[in-house]
């Protein structure tokens, strides 16, 4: 039997053994650059804190901070419409405040990341992290300045008024309520006060995006690089439904703890609790971004990586020496980024497509209130549950599959183009996802425009003060503005405590409406869009991390941080600062109510939900469709590029090898045997 292979040391396992020893070495306490790979903050660095100097807990951590950032603008997402209904914002001003966050970053991200990649990362991504977390405070003034608001304080004394006197908006018994069109201003002061801690937030994220996945990278093995993003993304998925369920928990509750209103949360004039989730987000992220800022500046593992790679090329391990930033040396690292194909068309791919995706994950929740006539607590409920599920799956998936099996750059990039075709049908199905409209009546103008001025109330004297308050006729279906405007001249309780108004001259038969806008059944419609968004979340999330991937490995390793600022200052100029104005105009443009407040438009209270519909999805659909153009063109170039780590892949062909000379070893003892018989 030969057994020299058994007792001789290979070259491998002798560099292995002098890389181990010198990295031991160079990691003891009489270490110059000891303070390189030690956790802590200051002073506090105890010894019990560096058995968290490892990769995974840095995942966990990085995946912690995501998902504080994701809860934050869930939250904001979430409460949308009701912003809009409290402060009389239009949706396009609101696509200003989702834009501000990315102003700044033009100017400010490719220079911070090229300094920050010289320096301490982690630091730079806590940093960030605190000017999120002064985000969520600057969120609470108008809170703190106005209380419930100046409508709803208007509104709760109207109702005391008219419940005594007992004459709700009435026909003919109609009087004009009050405007204090000086205290209306506080709409005007909170919007801007939202522009403003939206930019600060747009600015602390920038950091942890570019800075945070670059330290993942160089910390990690290649060949472990995909699970350990993959990893930490799916933990930032959970942002998404805390920050939803957040606000849906927050929506349940009036925004006066002190008024309770007479409708539920179903009708068009509550006003949720916006303001109670933003203390809670901001001390959570508080806490994430203290641990963040006590990682080192490289973990101890990648530094004795280092160190035998150093060994293996014979010669000993020699800190990098970090050269002084300088803009001559910035210019050529852009020049590097912008001639290279594969990541010129990678980030021109992924512009795209986000800015098709941006745009509704934006606006889904006021969406699905508008399409489906569901409250803003359901729609928040069913936005941060429907994607978790499928996209963590999705991630876990393409993981798994790239850890397993290294596939190759072009395979990752051929089923990216699949999964965004059949993005491109997905959103193509949402088009033909339609539900019954609100009967709303009004009447028509010779200038084809719409009013709630009609003949049947034309001697009613409905004043134009009148707060949008829907009543429906049951038999017709059909939703009037006011009692006043349906033509209704009593009103009374029902036996089960519901509003009723009678006499009403605008309803064919004259009957009664009940209080509250008509129901719609939009239940099943509902359903299949949620399918249908299950979809399309699975498969487009199985293809984000071999997407991660090329995006790293088609650049140099010290242009890494600088690659994802690139594409985020593409993102801000092309994506961010745009998208949300132009969605918000588009839906603008479907609006057949508006609100007045003294004289000036206010929010939008009905929209034409088909109109809606065509003019969300189909820009959605025309930007999928050239990002996926885009991706056919990474596709054609990374045909030579290498994804993973040479060792890696050298310990892949040993173990193939062994496994062969077993098979043969076999094989051969199998031959003696039978030739000695």
Known sequence: MDTETETDESPTNAITRRGDAEAESLSGKGADYQE????????????????????????????????????????????????????????????????????????????????????????WVAYGTYLVVLGCFIRLIPYWLYGGGQSTIDYSKSE????????????????????????????????????????????????????????????????????????????????????????????????????????????????????????????????????????????????????????????????????????EDFWKTMKRLFKNKILMCNNLSTTFIIFGYDGQMLFLPKYMETQFNISATASNLATGSIGLLCTAAGLLVSAFFIFKFKPRARYLAAWNVFTEMMDVVGFLSILMISCESLNFQWSTLPDGGKTIDMPCNSNCACDSSI??????????????FSPCHAGCQDSFFSQNGTKVFSDCSCTADNGPVLDGPCPLDCRSAFIIFIVVQCVQRFLGATGRAGNCLIQFRCVDVADKAVAFALLEVLLCVFVFIPGPILYGHLIDMTCTLWGMTCGKTGNCWIYDAEKLRYYVYMPIFGCLFIGTLWDIGVWYFVKDLQMYDDDELTKDLELKDSKARDKKSRFKALAIAFGGN
């Not at 998925?237 to 007479?262: E, N, Q, W």
């Open 160 to 327: 005391l008024t008219t419940q005594k006197n007992n004459i709700t908006h009435l026909c003919g018994k109609s009087f004009k309520e009050p405007e204090n069109c000086e205290d209306a201003s506080s709409g005007s002061v909170s919007a801007y006060i939202f522009l403003i801690a939206s930019f600060v937030h747009g600015f602390g994220c920038s950091i942890y995006y570019t800075l945070g996945m670059a330290y993942l990278d160089d910390n990690a093995k290649k060949s472990k690089g995909a699970v350990m993003i993959v990893l930490s993304l799916v933990l930032t998925m959970f942002g998404s439904t805390i920050g939803f369920l957040l606000a849906s928990f927050s929506l349940k509750f009036y925004i006066d703890p002190g008024v309770t209103p007479d409708f539920g949360t179903t009708d068009p004039r509550w006003i949720g609790a916006w303001w109670l989730g933003w203390g809670p987000l901001g001390v959570m992220t508080l806490v994430f971004a203290i641990m963040m800022s006590m990682f080192p500046r490289t973990l101890p593992r990648a530094m004795q990586r280092k160190v035998k790679a150093a060994v293996a090329a014979g010669r000993s391990y020699v800190p990098e020496e970090i050269p002084k930033p300088s803009l």
């Open 36 to 123: 390189e790979t030690r956790c802590g903050l200051g002073p506090c660095n105890f010894d019990w804190l560096q058995r968290f100097a490892s990769k995974k807990a840095y995942v966990v951590i990085y995946g912690l901070v995501g998902m504080s950032h994701l809860a934050i603008a869930s939250y904001f997402r979430g409460t949308i419409s009701t912003l809009e209904k409290e402060f009389q914002i239009p949706s396009s001003f609101i696509g200003l405040i989702g834009s501000a966050g990315d102003v700044g970053l033009i100017l400010t991200t490719l220079s911070v990341t090229y300094l920050g990649k010289r320096s301490h990362k982690t630091r």
């Open 467 to 480: 707060k949008y308050s829907p009543v429906c006729h049951l038999s017709s279906r059909e939703t009037f």
